[in-house]
C-alpha cells in the first residue's frame, strides 16, 4: 500500500449480517443503561431494539432525528467509557458493539437511500452559526428540521470542523463525511465557507443584519507552543500536522519522515493521532513523549494500547527542555529532562518534577507539538462572557451566553471534548433558541 492510500481510507465498518448478530446478543433491558450513557440522547437501547426485531428503517429512524452526526458519532465516540460502558451484557460476556451497530445503520441509510430527517415549512426568523463543526452543524440540523433557515459561517474552505480539519482519514475518510454532510444541504443549510466572524463586533454584526439568534461553535483552533518551537524548522503543531495530511500533502511530509526519527509531545488522543501519522508517514522511529506516567495520560486506554503495538516508543516521565537546531536552523534533537512524580495537584494528579542533572538529548529530525488547543484571537469577550480559560460561560441546560440572542456550545464552551458532547450543546441550544423565537418546546 503506498503512503497516500494510508492516509485514505478508514476500515469498513459492520454490514447487515454482523449487525443482526450483535443486536441479536442484546438483553433488552427495560431501564436502558446504555441510552443513559449517551450524551447526546441518540438513544441505542431504541435503535438497537428496532433492529432486532428487523425494523431497520425504524432503527435508522432513532438514530438520525436523535443525532444528526450519528454517522459520525458511530465511528469516533470513545463507547468504551460511554454507552458500553453501561450496557449489562458486559457483566455477561461483552458489551454490545453499539457504536458499530449505529455507523452500521446510518451507513445502511445512505446505501438504501433513506432519508427520514426533512424540513417544515420555512420560518421567517434567520439564525446564524458561526464556525462548522460538529457543534454547529448539530445545531443547524435541529433549527433546520424546523423551518428555521440557518446560514453557517466557516472560516475554512469546507464545513465539518476537526472532523474535516483533524481526524486523520485512516479514522474518518472523506467519503464517509461527504454523506454525512449531504443532510445538510437537503434540510436547507447554507453554507458561507471561507468567511470569518470576527469576534464580537462579526457575532454584533450578524444580529444588526436581522439574524434573530446566532449560535457560536468556533471550536479551539490555536495551539499551545513549547517556547522556541516557532524558530525552529521541522517542529510543527498538531494542528498543522494534521490538516497537512487531510489536505494533499502526504506525500510531501512522507519525505520528510520516511526512515527518520520523529518525537510527539503530548499524551492526549490528539497526541495518539500524530505518532499514529508519523509511523504511517514511514517514521523509523516515533517517539511519543510525555511529562507525566502512562497511567495519568488523557488519551484512552484502546489508543494507548494501539500506538504500543504499532510500535510507538513511549517516552513518559520525560519533559522537553528545548529544542536543538543546526546551523540552517533546522530541528536535530530535543532535549529533555526525566521528571518523577511529586505531590498531587489541585485536581488530584501527582505532579511531574524535573530531575535535576538528568538532561538528554533524543536525535529527533521532525517533531510535532500536541499539547493543547486554546481559543483562537476572535476575541468573544466584549459580548460574552469567558472564563480566565477564554471559553464562553453558558447556561448548563440552554447553553445561552451572558448576551441576549447568542447562545454556544462545543469545544469554546467545555474546552477539548467530544464529538458527542458538541452534538448535545448544538442541540440543547436550537431547543433554547426555538423557545426564544416564539415556539413551544421543552427546553
Ligand atoms: C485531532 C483530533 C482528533 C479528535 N478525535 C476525536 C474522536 O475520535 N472522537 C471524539 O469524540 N472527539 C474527537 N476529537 C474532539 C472533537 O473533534 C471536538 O470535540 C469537536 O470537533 C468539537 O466540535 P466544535 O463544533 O466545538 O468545534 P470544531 O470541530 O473545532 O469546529 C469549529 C469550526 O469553527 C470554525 N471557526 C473557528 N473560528 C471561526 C470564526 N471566527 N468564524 C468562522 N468560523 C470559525 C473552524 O474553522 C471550525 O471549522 C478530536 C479532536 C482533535 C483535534
Ligand atoms: S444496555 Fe446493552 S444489553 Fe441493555 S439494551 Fe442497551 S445495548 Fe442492549
Redesign the pocket.
Known sequence: MSVTERFKTMEKGFGLVQALAEAERCLLCHDAPCSKGCPAETDPATFIRKLRMRNVKGAIRTVKTNNALGGA?GV???TARLCEKECSATGIVRPIAIGKIQRFLVEHSWEIGFEPLAAKPARAEKVAV????????SCAAELAKEGFPVTM????AE?????????PAY?FDAAFLKNEMAIFERLGVTFVCN?????AS?AKKLLADGFAAVFL?????AAERLPGAEKVKGVRT?VEF?AALRGKQVAGLAKEFEGKTVAVIGGG??AM?CVESALKLGAKDAYLVYRRSFAQMPAEEDERVAALRLGVHFLVLNQPVKYLADGKGKLKGLKLVRTRLGKPDASGRRKPEPIKGSEWVLDVTAAVEAIG?KA?A?DWSAMVKVDEAGLVVVNGKTRKTSARKIFA????VRG???????VQDGKLAARAIRAALGQEVKV
Open positions: 458519532c469516533l465516540c470513545p458561526i464556525g462548522s463543526g460538529p457543534a454547529g452543524l459561517f466557516e472560516e475554512r464545513p465539518g470542523g476537526v472532523i474535516r480539519y483533524g481526524v479514522r468567511t470569518r466572524i470576527d469576534g462579526g461553535g468556533p471550536g479551539l483552533w498538531s494534521l488522543s490528539v493521532d488547543n483562537d476572535a456550545g462545543g469545544d469554546i477539548p471534548a467530544l464529538v458527542v458532547e458538541a
